[in-house]
C-alpha cells in the first residue's frame, strides 16, 4: 500500500509509514499505513503598541479545538492526558520569538499544524487542504487576540507578497520519498552500541544533529484517539549519497524530504539545516556530473566529499573539531577514510 510510481515521472517512492518488516526499525509499526507528518501554513505575526489589526475568526471555526494549547485556557489540568508539556505563554514566545518583534507561528500543540495528505491528492485537494491549513492559522491567529488576551499580537503586512499576508507555499514535513540504493533507516540515526555515536559511513556527504520530532496532531487526542508515535533518541547522523540516488533511475538525484528516509527517519533528516546541506551536496553533485558527462550514479562519491568539505561542508559527525578549526579538512578525511 505504500510503494507507488510517480505519476509526472514515473518514479517509485513510498509514501506513509514502513512496517517494521519492511525496514526491520524495531519502532516501526506492525503495518504500513499512509500516515504522513502535518504541515503547517506558518504565520509571521509582528507586536503591536496597542492593538494590532483584529483577525476574524473563519466561518464555522470552533476555537475549542486550541483547548490546551497554553496554560491561559485548558480545560483539563493534567499534561499527561494531553500528551504533552503544557506550556504558559512566555514560554509558547519563546519557543519562536524572533527579532524586531517579529514571531513565527509554528506550534505543535492543538495549535496550527494541519494534516498533508491532501497536499498528494488532485489539484483541488491540493488548493483545499492548503486553504483550510491557512483558515487553521488564522483562527489561531484570532484565538490569540481575542481568547489568550493578546490583541497586540496580529499578522505582520508587509513580510510577504500576499493578498492575505501569508506565506507563498505551506511548511511541508514529509513528502513522497524516492525508492534509493539504500534506504536510511532508524538504526542509521539511533547509536546500536549504546553509545551515543553512530557509526561513520562512508558515503556521507552531510550531517544533521537533531531529534526524531514527528508532528502529529493525532498524538495530542485524547488516551486511545492517539497515533501513538514514541521514539528512542537519536544523535547526529550523516545523510548518505545512496539515500539521495533512486534505484535504477539515471539522470535524478534526489534532495529535501524527497531523499530515501523511512518515515521514522524523516523526523530528523526533515530539518531546514539538514535540508540545505543536502541541497548543498546534491548541487555539487550534479554539477560535477554535467562537467564529467556522466551520470550522478557513476560519480565517485569520494570526489563530491572532498569539494563539499573544502568549502567547509560537514560529512561526518565530529563535535570536537568544526569547520572553522584549521583542521578540519584533514579530520573530516579521517573520518571518511579518504
Same mark, same amino acid.
Given at each position: 500500500?505504500?510503494?507507488?510510481?510517480?505519476?509526472?515521472?514515473? @518514479?517509485?517512492?513510498?509514501?506513509? /509509514?514502513?512496517?517494521?518488516?519492511?525496514?526491520?526499525?524495531?519502532?516501526?509499526?506492525? %503495518?504500513?499505513?499512509?500516515?504522513?507528518?502535518?504541515? &503547517? =501554513?506558518?504565520?509571521?505575526?509582528?507586536?503591536?503598541?496597542?492593538?494590532?489589526?483584529?483577525?476574524?475568526?473563519?466561518?464555522?471555526?470552533?476555537?475549542?479545538?486550541?483547548? +490546551?494549547? %497554553?496554560?491561559?485556557? +485548558?480545560?483539563?489540568?493534567?499534561?499527561?492526558?494531553?500528551?504533552?508539556?503544557?506550556?504558559?505563554?512566555?514560554?509558547?514566545? &519563546?519557543?519562536?520569538?524572533?527579532?524586531?518583534?517579529?514571531?513565527?507561528?509554528?506550534?505543535?500543540?492543538?495549535?496550527?499544524?494541519?494534516?498533508?495528505?491532501?497536499?498528494?491528492?488532485?489539484?483541488?485537494?491540493?488548493?483545499? &487542504? @492548503?486553504?483550510?491549513?491557512?483558515?487553521? %492559522?488564522?483562527?489561531?491567529?484570532?484565538?490569540?487576540?481575542?481568547?489568550?488576551?493578546?490583541?497586540?499580537?496580529?499578522?505582520?503586512?508587509?513580510?510577504?507578497? %500576499?493578498?492575505?499576508?501569508?506565506? =507563498?507555499?505551506?511548511?511541508?514535513?514529509?513528502? /513522497?520519498?524516492?525508492?534509493?540504493?539504500?534506504? =536510511?533507516?532508524?538504526?542509521?540515526?539511533?547509536?546500536?552500541?549504546?553509545?551515543? /555515536?553512530?557509526?561513520?559511513?562512508?558515503?556521507?556527504?552531510?550531517?544533521?544533529?537533531?531529534?526524531?520530532?514527528?508532528?502529529?496532531?493525532?498524538?495530542?487526542?485524547?488516551?486511545?484517539?492517539?497515533?501513538?508515535?514514541?521514539?528512542?533518541?537519536?544523535?547526529?547522523?550523516?545523510?548518505?549519497?545512496?539515500? =539521495?540516488?533512486?534505484?535504477?533511475?539515471?539522470?535524478?538525484?534526489?534532495?529535501?524530504?524527497?531523499?530515501?528516509?523511512?518515515?521514522?527517519?524523516?523526523?530528523?533528516?526533515?530539518?531546514?539545516?539538514?535540508?540545505?546541506?543536502?541541497?548543498?551536496?546534491?548541487?555539487?553533485?550534479?554539477?560535477?556530473?554535467?562537467?564529467?558527462?556522466?551520470?550522478?550514479?557513476?560519480?565517485?562519491?569520494?570526489?563530491?566529499?572532498?569539494?563539499?568539505?573544502?568549502?567547509?561542508?560537514?560529512?561526518?559527525?565530529? /563535535?570536537? @573539531?568544526?569547520?572553522?578549526?584549521?583542521?578540519?579538512?584533514?579530520?573530516?578525511?579521517?573520518?571518511?577514510?579518504?
Amino acid at each position: 500500500r505504500v510503494l507507488f510510481r510517480s505519476e509526472l515521472g514515473r @518514479i517509485p517512492y513510498r509514501f506513509g /509509514r514502513e512496517s517494521r518488516a519492511q525496514t526491520g526499525e524495531p519502532h516501526a509499526p506492525e %503495518t504500513p499505513d499512509l500516515e504522513i507528518q502535518d504541515l &503547517t =501554513m506558518v504565520a509571521t505575526l509582528r507586536r503591536h503598541a496597542g492593538k494590532a489589526p483584529a483577525v476574524a475568526l473563519p466561518k464555522g471555526f470552533n476555537v475549542a479545538r486550541f483547548d +490546551c494549547s %497554553t496554560s491561559q485556557i +485548558c480545560s483539563i489540568q493534567d499534561a499527561a492526558y494531553w500528551n504533552h508539556k503544557l506550556h504558559d505563554w512566555e514560554s509558547f514566545l &519563546t519557543y519562536s520569538l524572533l527579532p524586531n518583534g517579529l514571531f513565527m507561528l509554528n506550534w505543535p500543540f492543538h495549535s496550527n499544524d494541519y494534516p498533508a495528505q491532501g497536499l498528494f491528492g488532485s489539484r483541488q485537494e491540493r488548493a483545499q &487542504t @492548503i486553504a483550510r491549513a491557512k483558515e487553521r %492559522t488564522l483562527a489561531y491567529v484570532h484565538y490569540i487576540q481575542h481568547h489568550l488576551g493578546h490583541p497586540e499580537w496580529g499578522l505582520a503586512e508587509d513580510i510577504y507578497p %500576499t493578498a492575505d499576508h501569508l506565506p =507563498m507555499l505551506p511548511y511541508v514535513r514529509e513528502s /513522497r520519498r524516492v525508492v534509493p540504493v539504500r534506504w =536510511m533507516v532508524e538504526q542509521d540515526v539511533v547509536p546500536q552500541d549504546g553509545s551515543k /555515536r553512530n557509526v561513520v559511513r562512508a558515503d556521507g556527504v552531510a550531517v544533521g544533529d537533531y531529534y526524531l520530532d514527528h508532528h502529529h496532531d493525532k498524538d495530542h487526542r485524547p488516551p486511545g484517539q492517539r497515533l501513538g508515535e514514541d521514539y528512542p533518541s537519536n544523535a547526529p547522523f550523516q545523510i548518505s549519497y545512496s539515500a =539521495m540516488r533512486p534505484h535504477g533511475i539515471e539522470g535524478l538525484i534526489a534532495a529535501e524530504k524527497c531523499i530515501g528516509v523511512t518515515h521514522i527517519v524523516n523526523g530528523c533528516s526533515r530539518l531546514q539545516p539538514v535540508a540545505i546541506a543536502i541541497g548543498q551536496a546534491a548541487g555539487e553533485a550534479a554539477a560535477q556530473a554535467a562537467r564529467g558527462n556522466q551520470s550522478v550514479h557513476d560519480l565517485p562519491v569520494a570526489a563530491v566529499q572532498r569539494a563539499l568539505i573544502a568549502a567547509g561542508c560537514v560529512c561526518a559527525p565530529d /563535535r570536537e @573539531i568544526g569547520p572553522d578549526h584549521p583542521r578540519f579538512a584533514a579530520r573530516q578525511m579521517e573520518l571518511l577514510e579518504l
